[in-house]
């Protein structure tokens, strides 16, 4: 959405730096931290995007589409 923000035009000019959200207004979270534990701190920066480290390196991203979808999913498990 934020590189929606800049013009077509500006786009070739434009650094990633200028755009990018700063780490220090984004969620993040450990692989092993649950799901639920980092949802329940208060919302930060990213638009709902988590942030996944190990070891002080980024490790992957998790998206407010991802847990939908894993909702979703758990909706259809059965349960035991």
């Given amino acids: 959405?934020?590189?929606r923000a800049v013009?077509?035009?500006e786009r070739a000019s434009t650094d990633v730096r200028e755009i990018a959200w700063p780490v220090d207004d984004l969620t993040v979270a450990t692989r092993d931290e649950l799901v639920l534990d980092v949802l329940r701190r208060p919302a930060r920066g990213g638009d709902g995007r988590i942030l996944v480290t190990e070891d002080q390196r980024?490790?992957?991203i998790v998206s407010p589409s991802d847990i939908t979808r894993a909702l979703?999913?758990?909706?259809?498990?059965?349960?035991?």
């Fill in 1 to 3: 959405s934020r590189l």
């Fill in 58 to 60: 980024v490790v992957g």
């Fill in 72 to 80: 979703q999913l758990a909706e259809l498990e059965p349960t035991s």
């Fill in 7 to 9: 013009s077509p035009p």
